[in-house]
T-cell receptor
Framework: GDSVTQMEGPVTLSEEAFLTINCTYT??????LFWYVQYPGEGLQLLLK?????DKGSNKGFEATYRKETTSFHLEKGSVQVSDSAVYFC????????????FGKGTLLTVNP | EAQVTQNPRYLITVTGKKLTVTCSQN?????MSWYRQDPGLGLRQIYY???????DKGDVPEGYKVSRKEKRNFPLILESPSPNQTSLYFC???????????????FGNGTRLTVT
């Protein structure tokens, strides 16, 4: 079945540091890939997505590239801010009638001033 | 404002006492779904609904029921809650018609349930 593996947290960085959160997946066919962010006390919000190989999703300074050859979708940001502190989830959606997302376990990011 | 609203936000109950968590969306979405979030496990799908009166099991449906009598509402029912259902629950919805193939899933703010 489908699965998503993302790097274990927690990750603690200083403001303006470079961020990478690794994500790899296993899926049948050609899934769509997503990063969701969960701020404290809130639901998940879509951060970015990519729907086919070599697509790059980007939003709010975050980027991730759909790499079919390595089945990866790593999240990066060049300079993190304190306000980026949150839990980040990598997810995929395979084809089919259920629009289910398969999530990774989440990575807690804390950015210190 | 477009949103998915869950109630209550926090709920503490005892084993065996039936409860319902409500979910309502104001975006006229056809598709709705329930997930539970547990530490170290991420989010797992409980049930989903493709439209009114159309529901189906997700990955972890045991101990839960749902109904979809109206398009905007998708309540989650625990007929006889047990401690292993202590979790953070999220309702989500999305559009499925027209050009919405890659429409995002919109999540509510969650319901933290504790069963003692």
């Amino acid at each position: 079945g489908d699965s998503v593996t993302q790097m274990e947290g927690p990750v603690t960085l200083s403001e303006e540091a470079f961020l990478t959160i690794n994500c790899t997946y296993t899926a049948t066919g050609y899934p769509s890939l997503f990063w969701y962010v969960q701020y404290p006390g809130e639901g998940l919000q879509l951060l970015l997505k990519a729907t086919k190989a070599d697509d790059k999703g980007s939003n709010k300074g975050f980027e991730a590239t759909y790499r079919k050859e390595t089945t990866s979708f790593h999240l990066e940001k060049g300079s993190v801010q304190v306000s980026d502190s949150a839990v980040y989830f990598c997810a995929l959606r395979s084809g089919g009638s259920n629009y289910k997302l398969t999530f990774g376990k989440g990575t807690l990011l804390t950015v210190n001033p | 404002e477009a949103q998915v609203t869950q109630n209550p936000r926090y709920l503490i109950t005892v084993t065996g006492k039936k409860l319902t968590v409500t979910c309502s969306q104001n975006m006229n979405h056809e598709y709705m779904s329930w997930y539970r979030q547990d530490p170290g496990l991420g989010l797992r799908q409980i049930y989903y609904s493709m439209n009114v009166e159309v529901t189906d099991k997700g990955d972890v449906p045991e101990g839960y029921k749902v109904s979809r009598k109206e398009k905007r509402n998708f309540p989650l029912i625990l007929e006889s809650p047990s401690p292993n259902q202590t979790s953070l629950y999220f309702c989500a919805s999305r559009s499925v018609g027209g050009n919405s193939y890659n429409s995002p899933l919109h999540f509510g703010n969650g319901t933290r349930l504790t069963v003692t």
